[in-house]
């Protein structure tokens, strides 16, 4: 059974710093893409990023960035721990949101699994 | 690139809802389907413009031709209440609709 744990979520200070992990199981993770989507309170869904599948422990992989990101947000993969991240730095009240990992993250994949989700708060 | 939804649709127990998704030359590619119910994560209804994934009820089907995709619900249940979002790939970025509200009355 496929399964997405994500976890990191919190309070964080705008300007702050936040590392979002989602832990895979129940398929082979490096040879999927992934990505991050969220959604603020009361609002629609927003592709953040995505990774493309590699091999060996993911450190070659292919990111994407949404524009509002792109500087801000870094994604990375650790395929000896199935195990995919995103490191949220500068961070505005705007980013407040639910975070989920979801399985598929290139051009023509689609999210067929998705996380529970992990709340991130950006407030002074 | 922008994908357009109607914010909200109604529909009677047992009548088809038709919820519908706009956007440039969309029928030149992909569009998936998602529905997600209060509290919960989102679920894949629809990819590839037309197929279920396993578990998904015949009664969700879509199609995708020239700028508007659509998803069709038959003989729609009060259990598909929930929001609807379609998505789409434009230059290696996800993007999603704005959702629309499904109401079964």
């Known amino acids: 059974e496929v399964q997405l744990l994500e976890s990191g979520g919190g309070l964080v200070q705008p300007g702050g710093s936040l590392r979002l992990s989602c832990a895979a199981s129940g398929f082979t993770f490096s040879s999927f893409a992934m990505s991050w989507v969220r959604q603020a309170p009361g609002k629609g869904l927003e592709w953040v990023s995505g990774i493309s599948g590699s091999g060996g422990s993911g450190s070659g992989a292919i990111t994407y960035y949404e524009e509002s990101v792109k500087g801000r947000f870094t994604i990375s993969r650790d395929n000896y721990k199935n195990t995919l991240y995103v490191e949220l730095s500068s961070l505005r009240a705007e980013d407040t949101a639910v975070y989920y990992c979801a399985r598929g993250g290139e051009e023509l994949d689609h999210f067929d699994y998705w996380g529970q989700g992990t709340l991130v708060t950006v407030s002074s | 690139y922008e994908l357009t939804q109607p914010p909200s649709v109604s529909v009677s127990p047992g009548q088809t809802a038709r919820i519908t998704c706009s956007g440039d030359?969309?029928?030149?590619?992909?569009t998936c389907w998602f529905q997600q119910k209060p509290g919960q994560s989102p679920v894949l209804v629809i990819y590839q413009n037309s197929k279920r994934p396993s578990g998904i009820p015949e009664r969700f089907s879509a199609s995708n031709s020239g700028n508007t995709a659509t998803l069709t619900i038959s003989g729609t249940h009060s259990m598909d209440e929930a929001d609807y979002y379609c998505q789409a790939w434009d230059s290696s970025t996800a993007v999603f609709g704005g959702g629309t509200k499904l109401t079964v009355l």
């Open positions: 030359k969309l029928g030149e590619t992909y």
